[in-house]
């Protein structure tokens, strides 16, 4: 009986521990509250980011911009060199404007970039998620791959500019929420 009860008391005690450290959120991402029930509430746990939210932004990404998130889709990164930039093509025009890029993912966890870009594109684009690296993340849109690190952006191939083999702009604006 005695034996028993400690058993017991121990494996609550391990129980308690195992809770314990999955609501840590050492790993939120695999973890999502479940409906609620009437009567009852679910509060999310805070975002721990990396950076802070620039000014022009919300956390749905850049105010009156495409780039943003949209409905029910959470920002996961969002960078940008937003100092009137410019990049000079292998022909030598220049092309200027902010780059603002944001990364959001839906409840599935689907990833999704959305950029304004003027010296890649005049129009607004988005692409779909391609893979991680070992410090960055990126996409493909329209025939181009882009890859969203801390300090740099990166695009290459595009077929639209073929002068842009590569195009890099340093980061100057930077936040990544840690999920």
């Known amino acids: 009986m005695i034996s028993a009860r400690k058993r017991c008391t121990a494996l609550a005690g391990a129980a308690?521990?195992?809770?314990?450290?999955?609501c840590s959120g050492e790993n939120a991402a695999a973890t999502s509250p479940g409906p609620s029930t009437p009567g009852t509430s679910t509060t999310a746990a805070p975002v721990q980011t990396d950076g802070t939210l620039p000014a022009g932004t919300d956390i749905y990404g850049y105010r009156?911009?495409?780039a943003r998130c949209r409905g029910t889709e959470r920002l996961v990164l969002l960078v940008g060199q937003t100092t009137g930039s410019s990049v000079t093509t292998f022909h030598g025009s220049t092309v200027g404007g902010d780059q603002r890029f944001v990364v959001c993912e839906d409840r599935a966890g689907?990833?999704?970039v959305r950029a304004t870009a003027p010296a890649l594109r005049p129009e607004p684009f988005e692409g779909t998620f391609f893979t991680f690296t070992a410090n960055s993340q990126q996409f493909v849109a329209d025939g181009m791959k882009i890859d969203l690190a801390r300090a740099t952006i990166t695009v290459t191939d595009d077929p639209k500019h073929p002068e842009f083999r590569a195009v890099t702009w340093t980061v100057n604006e930077y936040w990544g929420a840690v999920y």
């Open 16 to 22: 308690l521990i195992c809770s314990m450290v999955a």
């Open 110 to 112: 689907t990833r999704i």
């Open 64 to 66: 009156d911009s495409f």
